[in-house]
């Protein structure tokens, strides 16, 4: 066993004073490292020690990784932390760590590389026994062959071209004769787009939620799963809202999925912090992806389950043993996470610039992660993501109230934030009553645009 | 306890003449029963960091004259290798490119080299010191480009 007694904290915001906090309560000294841009941010104010790397753009500071070794080196850190982000999941960064005689607080090398590049994880997840999306295993040949598939996988399905990507090359399919038309079609225009017409098949989920396992290992095989976070109300790939647990589940979906992922993490040796996220559709659990890293909503099960997971992933890199099993781990309440940005709450165009007032809520129940402060200026270099509320209460329902509560209480003068949105979707029915998907918010979003130009519209002509 | 009270003291005393500044003391007392752990920490005479990373001594509006900034965070050195003679000093006429200070990073020496032509006012930072980003690394008079 190592001991960790200095940690270099490679990246900037809450996430950095995040970990600082996690540090200071263990005794451990921290670097801080920051780009011009950041010289008043509060990690730096916090941190024991602090080391500008480069100017304001990230490629040249955060992302430079030769600047921050020199900088762990300089300062004689033990270990990094990569927190969220940035280099968390840059494998060869994890090597270039370990050369140089560093700790890493994260999975090591090869289990990012595995499971962070979406196609090995695929792969891995089949041989761990993680559900995925059924499909077809390789190219289709024909359309006797799409037919046979579609009829195995069930309708609806997606043809997908091999080639495609990022929504292109791709349609939805409900029955055989949509089938017998689109197949041609989309061969060609696979051909014509990509100048390949390899194409193969999916199951279409069409209202699924988002649902992860928080995982967490030490270098000794001992291995526990976190009950799960449902982080459907997503906005471009991008989490709004995070709640711990997935009230959607029965107590049985739950301990089966716990179970499944333990054997996975534990097949795949997996160590220190992890998420396995899953896509979930009428009782089905599908692979997504997993996240070799802290993950920016991991306060809900920390709150829930009464952990430090930072203190935990700092533990496990130095060595130790997690000191407990599945069976000590027990969930108390209800956990949300809001995610407050400063953007517009309608139209999400960035707004950074000075904060002339920040009041954070507070009382029982009640946790900001945050690293603005009165007077400081959000530089439109990074993220929007300005603070985290995460709210705890015995129940789901207790919760939104206390949420609405702490929500009313956030004064954040001088920019525009989302908590405007925040409070419109605790008000939603739909929301309360958990009768949203991953796909509920941008039509929830739509909706709230068409039924203003409406409202507009009808107000000019009153005027005339 | 008068004679633990007189340890305590013999080492803060012995701490000051050493110059050490931390000092972890343990002792056993009362067959072992309670364990007393005294940690002795003095503050530093000079501030400097663990790793001697040079802060900023002047603030900018003291500094007059362009300032030459470090390009990247590591260690500073004034001359091409120990004991050569080094690439300025105070006086030295420079031009824009010549080197003034090399910065190491990674096992790699990053020539860091003057952006204008003058002469050199003063140098900020001591060799072998770590350095940041921007760190300032001397201060370079401008002279006026009249000859041209």
Redesign the interface.
């Known amino acids: 066993m190592t001991q960790i007694k200095k940690v270099l904290i490679a990246n900037r915001g809450e996430i950095a004073l995040r970990i600082i906090r996690a540090c200071r309560d263990m005794g451990i000294r921290t670097v801080a490292v920051y780009s011009t841009a950041d010289r008043d941010a509060m990690h730096v104010k916090l941190a024991d020690e602090s080391v500008c790397i480069g100017p304001a753009q990230s490629s040249e500071s955060y992302l430079n990784e030769s600047a921050i070794l020199t900088a762990a080196l300089l300062t004689n850190a033990d270990a990094i932390h990569p927190g969220y982000g940035f280099l968390s999941e840059r494998a060869d960064f994890v090597d270039k760590v370990e050369q140089h005689g560093l700790i890493w607080i994260g999975p090591n090398a090869d289990m990012i590389r595995k499971m962070g590049d979406k196609v090995n994880a695929k792969q891995t997840a089949i041989k761990c026994g993680l559900p995925v999306v059924p499909g077809s295993d390789g190219a289709i040949k024909n359309i006797e062959d799409a037919l046979c598939w579609a009829d195995k996988i069930g309708y609806p399905v997606m043809i997908k071209a091999a080639s495609g990507g990022g929504g292109r090359g791709m349609r939805a399919i409900h029955n055989a004769n949509e089938l017998r038309d689109a197949f041609p079609l989309v061969r060609a225009e696979s051909k014509t787009a990509f100048g390949d017409d390899t194409l193969y098949m999916e199951k279409l989920l069409l209202h699924p939620r988002h649902i992860e396992f928080q995982v967490l290992g030490d270098k000794h095989g001992n291995v526990v799963i976190f009950g799960e976070r449902d982080c459907s109300l997503q906005r471009k790939n991008q989490k709004v809202m995070e709640e711990c647990p997935a009230a959607v589940l029965t107590q049985k979906q739950r301990d089966d999925m716990i179970e499944i992922c333990k054997a996975a993490a534990k097949k795949m040796k997996y160590t220190n912090a992890g998420t396995f996220e899953f896509m979930f559709e009428d009782g089905n659990f599908y692979f997504l992806e997993m996240n070799t890293r802290l993950q920016v909503e991991h306060p809900v099960t920390e709150l829930v389950y009464g952990v430090d997971l930072v203190r935990e992933q700092i533990r496990i890199a130095a060595g130790e043993k997690l000191g407990y099993t599945q069976s000590n781990l027990v969930a108390h309440g209800h956990a949300i996470e809001f995610r407050i940005n400063a953007e517009d709450p309608e139209t999400f165009v960035p707004n950074p610039g000075k904060i002339t007032l920040y009041a954070p809520p507070g009382g029982l129940g009640v946790r900001v992660d945050s690293a603005v402060y009165s007077g400081y200026t959000i530089s439109p270099t990074y993220d929007s993501m300005i603070a985290k509320m995460i709210v705890h209460a015995q129940s789901r329902p207790a919760c939104i109230m206390r949420a609405q509560r702490a929500l009313d209480e956030f004064v954040i003068e001088g920019i525009k934030t989302t908590i405007p949105l925040q409070k419109k979707l605790l008000e939603n029915s739909d929301v309360r009553q958990l009768k949203t998907d991953n796909h509920w918010l941008e039509n929830f979003l739509e909706n709230e645009k068409t039924k203003e130009t409406a409202q507009e519209s009808a107000e000019n002509a009153d005027e005339k | 306890m008068a004679s633990f009270r007189a340890t305590v003291e013999n080492m803060s005393k012995l701490m000051d003449e050493m110059g050490i500044t931390e000092l972890d003391l343990e002792r056993q007392l009362l067959l072992g029963l309670y364990r007393k752990h005294i940690h002795l920490s003095k503050q530093q005479a000079i501030a400097t960091?663990?790793?001697g990373?040079v802060k900023q001594t002047k603030t900018d509006d003291k500094i007059s004259g362009h300032v030459l900034k470090s390009p990247?965070?590591?260690?500073l050195y004034l001359s091409p290798e120990p004991g050569a003679k080094p690439f300025v000093k105070v006086g030295s006429a420079v031009k824009a490119g010549d080197t003034i200070a090399l910065v190491e990073?990674?096992k790699t020496f990053n020539p860091v080299k003057s952006d204008v032509d003058g002469i050199v006012k003063e140098i900020l930072v001591a060799d072998t010191a770590?350095v940041?980003?921007?760190?300032p690394i001397a201060i370079i008079e401008q002279v006026p480009n009249d000859a041209n």
């Open positions: 960091p663990v790793a990373f990247m965070v590591g260690v990073a990674m770590a940041e980003f921007d760190t």
